[in-house]
């Protein structure tokens, strides 16, 4: 199964953006304007839907994202929804695009890219299995057997993974007692019946934000969805688990043979004074020169806003707390390094997708609508639509980078040193 790949939409819309040239069918370069044709409409059952109808190429996509998330697993039962992720995305008849299926915290996507002339097919596809639970029980077996030995990984076996988890849990635990990749024995406690009980209850229209650009005839395929969708039932909005227990700070060292760092870094309120600031902090760091460096950092705004995350090794000849400090005092170098006057620009261009509300232009319709429809389908949900981000970022001040970097400190973070077996 393939993830999500927002790096790469990332770079996509951080390349320069494309001229007013259109390749079109049939191979010629026409230097006019590309125009979009736009319809956004909701159904009765609550499903919402935005058509983006671009003038070149012959692709065109589908995302359709679910307002259920890992913090809506039942009581008992962590790890439903990256089951269920993993069930959608092997969902694929013969003959049909491959999916691409991933699950954050509060959302399911869903997406494909394939030809104008399948478009109708594939919407048939998400629409089937908006009205059934479409897993057989023996996916479901097999699927849910391979997650539970994913998971009984991150007790020390896999120690980079494990830190990360770890460390991730430690700064924001999930809801309700549960872990975002899941509890091994509560996955092996569902049954298929539940798994079918809570698709048929949330995996559904009223749920669903569905998106799809390239190029088509935008009020064709209106009709098509309003007949392939109206008449199934909205269902039932997902319930969220109760509020976390405390958070905890510092460094912990776990397992018998630590041999792997993670930091986590939470995040300020995107609409704080201190989240432009971060942001091109976080820029600075995922833009550090990997020659020489023993650690890396990871930071996506849209698929897990609220964490960034930096990793690294224990060195052979290192001892575990050592190697924690080792890496802290790299990374607060770095931070403490003076705004460069390029900075705040590059910062935009890094995240374009989060800091510029008009970001969804032609040329990225024309170059890639599965990484546009995407963008059009969590934009909505995290309601990205206002300058005042961007004007923040381009008025960042040094001061400004100084408050930001306390973030990264040990009374802000959470540090996890793992490796071997953990009881």
Known sequence: MKRWPTTVLLALLAAPAPTASCHCSGGDE?????????????????????????PCGEAAAVAVLLTVGTDH????????????ERLLATSAGAGRAERTV?????????SLGTESDRLGDELDDVAAWM?????????????????????????????????????????????????RR????????????????????????????????????????????????????????????????????????????????????????????????????AARLLNAPAQGRTWQAQYDPMERPELLSITGLVGQ????????????????????RPLGTE????????????????????????EDPRAFALAKVRRAQLQ??????????DATKAADLVEAAKLFDAKHTATVIAGGAIR
């Not at 007790?155 to 924001?172: F, K, S």
């Not at 776990?254 to 942001?279: H, I, K, N, Q, W």
């Not at 900075?343 to 040329?363: I, M, N, S, Y």
């Open 102 to 110: 991933v699950s954050g915290s509060d959302h399911i996507l869903y």
């Open 182 to 281: 899941g509890i091994a024995a509560e996955l092996q406690a569902i049954t298929f019946r539940e798994l079918q009980s809570f698709w048929l209850a949330h995996l559904r229209p009223g749920n669903a934000r569905i998106a799809s650009a390239g190029r088509f005839d935008a009020d064709r395929l209106r009709a098509h969805i309003e007949n392939a969708f109206g008449s199934l039932p909205g269902g039932a909005p997902p319930i969220a688990r109760p509020p976390a227990d405390a958070t905890v700070r510092g460094t912990l060292v776990m397992g018998e043979s630590p041999t792997a760092v993670a930091m986590a870094v939470p995040a300020p309120p995107r609409d704080g004074p201190l989240y432009p600031p971060f942001l091109v902090l």
């Open 343 to 366: 900075e705040p620009v590059k910062t935009r261009q890094r995240f374009r997708l989060l800091v510029e509300p008009e970001l969804l232009d032609p040329g990225l319709c024309a």
């Open 384 to 393: 990205l639509a206002s300058p005042a981000l961007a004007q923040a970022l």
């Open 73 to 84: 697993d039942p009581p008992g039962r962590s790890g439903m929804v990256h089951l269920v």
């Open 131 to 179: 009205s059934v639970a479409i897993p057989t029980e023996g996916d479901f077996e097999r699927v849910r057997a391979q997650l539970v030995g994913e998971v009984g990984a991150l007790a020390g076996r896999d120690a980079p993974a494990t830190a990360l988890v770890l460390a991730e849990e430690a700064a924001q635990p999930s809801p309700g007692d549960g872990r």
């Open 30 to 54: 026409r230097p006019a304007t590309v125009k979009l044709v736009e319809r956004s409409f909701r159904l009765q059952n609550g499903l919402a839907v935005e058509l983006v109808a671009g």
């Open 317 to 336: 000849a290192e001892q575990p707390e050592p190697a924690a400090a080792r890496i802290r005092a790299d990374v607060a170098a770095l931070l403490a």
